[in-house]
């Protein structure tokens, strides 16, 4: 009976010090809106967007938003201005995914002109350039592009340029927990030949070569999706432009010693 006791005492220490080990660790709760495709001549476009605005106001302890590319319908800069202008409105910090429907040297909004817009309307943007980083409570956040701008197409495509340059940043933060945030998915959450990423075995090769990333979070697909993959939780998320509208909310919290936790959470709502 005592050798009972004994043992019901110790896992209630250790549960108790499970828990003080996570709320010790750092933690970061942000929102992934994906696809927007936004068409400022579609009315019910621009009512869609604010109630997206006011809903993510409304949501509490959000470090910061997301935008997982295709955020206009095609690559026009008035989409881009008008867009931002209504997210603008968003009370966290804000952050830029180009996608494929995004950016068009033909239709003259090549990525510098993206980029240089959405600086335009926000002049703390991080993006000045389409492969960036950025911090939020301990955790190193890496913006990594796939789009084409010349010859667009639904095809992914990471160069061998931003590979390269995403070896380095995470050799160079291999201390640091890493969130991946990308349009084109690396594992397909549906069989689409026509979305399908070139050579993402290539880049998959790279992420298994390192520990410190935790996810992938990726849109594009239109379809929710989520697994693991060597210790990497890769995360497709819905279209916000297709009905019901969805958001999705994020959650990392790094427990310190063990392994950090990935919540998810896809918010629906109603107009």
């Not at 220490?13 to 750092?26: N, P, T, Y």
């Not at 380095?168 to 927990?177: A, D, E, P």
Request: charged share 25%; with cysteine; net charge positive.
């Amino acid at each position: 009976m005592r050798k009972f006791l004994s043992l019901i005492f110790l896992i209630f220490l250790l549960l108790i010090s499970s828990q003080e080990v996570f709320a010790k660790g750092k933690s970061v709760r942000f929102i992934q809106v994906s696809d927007v495709h936004y068409v400022p001549e579609n009315e019910q476009a621009g009512v869609w967007l604010k109630k997206l605005v006011k809903e993510i106001n409304g949501t509490e302890n959000v470090d910061f938003v997301v935008f997982t590319g295709d955020n206009i319908d095609s690559p026009n800069p008035q989409y881009l201005h008008s867009f931002l202008k209504i997210v603008g409105k968003i009370d966290r910090p804000c952050y830029f995914v180009i996608g494929n429907h995004d950016v068009s040297t033909n239709a003259k909004l090549s990525k510098s002109r993206y980029l240089d817009i959405i600086r335009y309307h926000n002049w703390f943007s991080r993006a000045w350039k389409p492969n960036y980083t950025f911090k939020k409570n301990g955790f190193l956040f890496v913006v990594v592009d796939g789009a084409k701008e010349i010859i667009p197409g639904p095809n992914g495509y990471y160069k061998q340029d931003t590979l390269a340059w995403l070896d380095k940043v995470l050799t160079k933060n291999k201390k640091k927990q890493v969130i991946i945030l990308q349009h084109f998915p690396l594992i397909e959450p549906r069989k689409m030949t026509s979305h399908k990423t070139y050579m993402a075995e290539r880049y998959l090769e790279l992420l298994d070569k390192h520990e410190n990333v935790i996810a992938v979070v990726a849109g594009h697909y239109h379809t929710n999706h989520e697994i693991m993959r060597n210790g990497v939780y890769h995360i497709s998320s819905p279209a916000f432009a297709e009905e019901p509208h969805y958001f999705k909310v994020i959650e990392v919290v790094d427990g310190q010693n063990l392994l950090p936790m990935i919540f998810t959470q896809l918010r629906e709502f109603d107009l």
